[in-house]
């Protein structure tokens, strides 16, 4: 295919992915709207598989300030009978303060999803029920793995999209596939977007991952960035990295790790921030398994969903980076270490070694020794 002109790829591009879009094109439809409520709607997409980091995430939110929050929308890969007890057990605690709504797939579009079992389908899907659902203009699209860790987070999202007035609101220019950098497209994850122009404008197919041409070149725009493209506008404005804790492609290696696919034998990787998660969730037993593992001498893999991951390429950096990031998120959520959390850290602060920064650094984001 290198020999051919670009437009002749992108077509070729285009009728392998066909029959994809066949069976998405139409799978999800939604309405503009006259009538918006003040505010804004946080919606999640997420895993029922991972239902306890939903919860985590829920709880999470519900510790920020949410003056001007109208809703939490979580919308699960799953039918919504199917939502776990704990979910809706967790929703119906915080609904006291919060409204939240939880969203399931209907019967097709669950049954279209799990025949292409891609997470960019799951997401798409998810991030647009949740869109076509949503009272207010502002949306933030909070990524399931992503934990808050700021009080006034998202009223500051939220204002910063009334200030910038941008139809396209985040946190972070998007890199990668391709994408030219001077398109200045704004990354997913914490992104406010405008539920007014997104209805009024675009279908939700228009979401989904596109094949355009850009500079030259055969681009695959990601999930809500080709809906970027003029006319619509776009603004950045970044957070500290205090506010938020998101560890890089972790739902990536989850999939990966429980499809067989890898058990990161030789790779860093963030696995332990998952386990971390789940405890935050209710789901304590990896962690007090993981803690154990890792103080037994020769340690090289651990036990997770069924299956083993190794440990063998897991940086000093990284190991002293997940210390630091559980202890800034511990003292956040409960003021202190608990027990358990710091018996688990104990094999973890072994490995960081003298790359270990918790309670050596100094400056706006160290992290104290507690």
Request: some cysteine; proline content about 4%.
């Amino acid at each position: 295919m290198a020999s051919l002109s670009p437009y002749l790829r992108l077509y070729a591009k285009r009728l392998k992915r066909l029959p994809l879009t066949i069976a998405l094109r139409n799978l999800i439809s939604w309405q503009p709207s006259d009538t918006w409520v003040e505010g804004y709607t946080v919606v999640i997409a997420c895993m029922n598989d991972l239902d306890a980091v939903a919860v985590a995430n829920l709880r999470s939110c519900a510790l920020l300030h949410h003056d001007r929050l109208h809703q939490i929308i979580l919308v699960f890969d799953c039918l919504r009978d199917d939502i776990s007890e704990n979910v809706r057990s967790a929703a119906h605690e915080i609904s006291r303060e919060i409204p939240v709504e939880l969203i399931g797939y209907s019967e097709r579009q669950f049954r279209v999803a799990k025949g292409i079992n891609w997470g960019w389908v799951y997401s798409w899907l998810s991030w647009c029920l949740g869109i076509a659902h949503s009272r207010t203009r502002a949306v933030i699209l909070h990524d399931l793995d992503a934990m808050p860790l700021a009080p006034s987070l998202f009223e500051n999202l939220y204002d910063n999209w009334l200030e910038m007035k941008a139809d396209f609101c985040g946190i972070r220019r998007y890199k990668g596939n391709g994408v030219p950098e001077e398109l200045g497209l704004v990354a997913t994850f914490e992104m406010v977007l405008d539920a007014g122009f997104v209805r009024r404008n675009c279908r939700p197919f228009d979401l989904f991952n596109k094949l355009e041409l850009a500079s030259g070149r055969v681009v695959d725009f990601d999930t809500t960035l080709y809906v970027q493209l003029p006319p619509a506008t776009r603004a950045v404005r970044s957070i500290d990295e205090t506010d938020l804790l998101h560890p890089s492609r972790l739902i990536c290696q989850y999939t990966d790790l429980v499809s067989g696919r890898s058990d990161f034998t030789g790779q860093d990787h963030g696995l332990f921030m998952l386990i971390y998660f789940l405890f935050l969730g209710g789901h304590s037993e990896p962690l007090h398994s993981a803690a154990l593992r890792l103080t037994e001498e020769g340690c090289r893999k651990i036990p997770l969903f069924g299956k083993e991951f190794s440990i063998d390429g897991i940086t000093p950096m990284s190991w002293a980076w997940t210390e630091k990031q559980i202890r800034r998120a511990e003292q956040f959520y409960f003021g202190k270490t608990r027990p358990e959390v710091e018996r688990y850290l104990t094999g973890i602060i072994t490995r960081a070694g003298a790359h270990r920064t918790v309670g050596v650094e100094t400056g706006p984001f160290a992290v104290a020794a507690y």
